[in-house]
């Protein structure tokens, strides 16, 4: 019986062939879970939930085209769900000793002729057990993967049955999805720059929307070419970011790092008081930890700001199980060189409003679209203006509310890490889950061997506008 083959949609290729010696497109995360499990139940839940997912049965075939999923015949769930066993260094803690090891599995490649995601299961840990995943960002964004995990929980919604991907299907969630929202966009970037972002614009969506349509050797070849060298012009004008020690030729080591949570009520409290947002309040507290990091090296962050390519979901939450790519870019400026933190929550707040009704997500969206159907050269120099434009990826993704279980244990906590492109080596993670927010970081030790020293900033920036907005007047007596 033949294999069924489903061609990968135009972004999902340009993440597969985004790997490089300096990053891997993979997304790594880990579970902290009490009590512990056994391997034998955790396979057992993977294979009645997770295999659910075509997509974690398939591997990836790469043609001139671009690339397929194909069923993998020789499919080992053992090959996937793999047993590990941390032995801590003397004088090393058990969270130290996970650590090191999620930071070298950040480095290491997934097997390309296998389905490019894998499970490292640490069966005693700290009391409990630890769970490390690696999945390719070709599979999926961080909103599909927070679907996935809700799906695998106890309790989980399985996902529904469906037919392999169609051109109408993703013609449908272009327009749905994709074309509608920025349309407010899309008219202000008209007025600024006249009718070629709205070209790009559609172009890039009519590339995306059609995985099956043949462009080589056509003349649409040849205006998309153009196309994304006119898109890639726009981005090339954004200026270069700020020449900090976080920036250079990352080496492709990786360290991880991440601390306790913050809890979320307090940040919604701080940003009431301070009349802004949750991401307001975390994002200065992120570019506060950087500016106080530099610092201490001995640098003077005054007056500088640093970008971080951020993701804007594009797809219905409700479609999220269907997997794949389905964001946008935005730079977000960062003000690491604004001392006083109640200043720089008003700052952020105006980068942040900025953005709205701005040209980037567009640009963004249509570069990402043209790179899949790029050689992998071409598409290598396409994504490296993403490394000299920005300093760090950053995502910011919510999570259920309530604490999760899974196999009957409970998931105590979450953790995980984006990919860089390029020469980027820093990856800033923010996950709301079970009442509290957690801030993950991934640095190449070329650049920050120590994001430890990072992290541990937070909380004190957190800290300072917590006792900033109790001095600050809450009502006047009549």
């Known amino acids: 019986m033949p294999q069924a083959i489903e061609r990968m949609s135009r972004v999902d290729t340009a993440w597969l062939r985004m790997d490089s010696d300096a990053n891997l497109m993979m997304i790594v995360g880990v579970w902290l879970l009490q009590p512990r499990l056994s391997y034998e139940t955790l396979c057992e839940r993977v294979a009645g939930t997770l295999l659910k997912y075509t997509r974690f049965r398939q591997r990836v075939v790469e043609d001139a085209m671009g690339a397929s999923w194909v069923e993998d015949d020789r499919f080992d769930l053992e090959r996937h769900v793999v047993r590990e066993a941390l032995a801590p260094k003397q004088g090393q803690s058990a969270v130290q000793a996970l650590q090191q090891r999620v930071g070298e599995l950040a480095g290491e490649p997934l097997n390309p002729a296998r389905p490019l995601w894998e499970l490292r299961f640490i069966e005693d840990f700290d009391g409990g057990s630890a769970l490390i995943a690696r999945i390719h960002h070709c599979i999926a964004d961080g909103i599909a993967l927070i679907s996935v995990m809700l799906s695998i929980t106890d309790g989980g919604t399985l996902p529904p049955s469906r037919k392999a991907q169609i051109e109408s299907e993703e013609s449908d969630w272009l327009s749905d999805a994709v074309l509608k929202p920025f349309t407010d966009l899309t008219v202000k970037a008209i007025g600024l720059y006249g009718d070629g972002v709205a070209k790009s614009m559609s172009k890039s969506a009519e590339l995306m929307a059609n995985p099956y349509q043949p462009l080589f050797g056509s003349l649409d070849v040849a205006r998309a070419g153009m196309q994304a ?10 200026g270069d970011d700020s020449k900090t020690r976080l920036k250079g030729k990352a080496g492709g080591k990786k360290v991880v790092a991440w601390g306790p949570p913050l809890p979320l009520d307090e940040v919604k409290a701080v940003g009431r008081a301070l009349g802004g947002s949750v991401n307001d309040v975390l994002l200065a507290c992120v570019a506060g930890a950087i500016g106080e990091y530099l610092r201490d090296k001995g640098d003077d962050p005054s007056g500088q700001e640093i970008r971080a390519m951020v993701p804007v979901n594009l797809r219905p939450l409700e479609k999220a199980h269907q997997l794949g790519n389905r964001f946008g870019l935005v730079p977000l400026t960062l003000p690491i060189g604004i001392g006083n933190p109640v200043d720089r929550v008003y700052a952020v707040r105006r980068k942040m409003n900025d953005l709205k009704g701005s040209y980037q997500p567009i640009l963004a969206f249509a570069v990402l679209a043209v ?27 919510p999570g259920p509310a309530v604490p999760l279980k899974f196999c009957g244990s409970e998931l105590k906590q979450v953790m995980f890490w984006v990919p860089q492109s390029g020469d980027i080596g820093m990856g800033v993670s923010i996950l709301s ?33 917590v006792w900033l907005s109790l001095m600050l007047p809450w009502g006047s007596e009549d």
């Open 229 to 238: 060298i006119s898109d890639v012009a726009a981005l090339a004008l954004m």
């Open 371 to 397: 790179a899949g159907l790029l050689i992998k050269p071409a598409q290598d120099a396409v994504m490296n203006l993403f490394g000299k434009k920005t300093t760090a990826v950053m995502t910011n993704v």
């Open 433 to 465: 889950y079970g009442g509290g927010v957690q801030f993950g970081l991934i640095t190449d030790t070329a650049l920050c061997p120590d994001p430890q020293a990072i992290i541990e900033r937070f909380a004190p920036e957190f800290d300072k506008l």
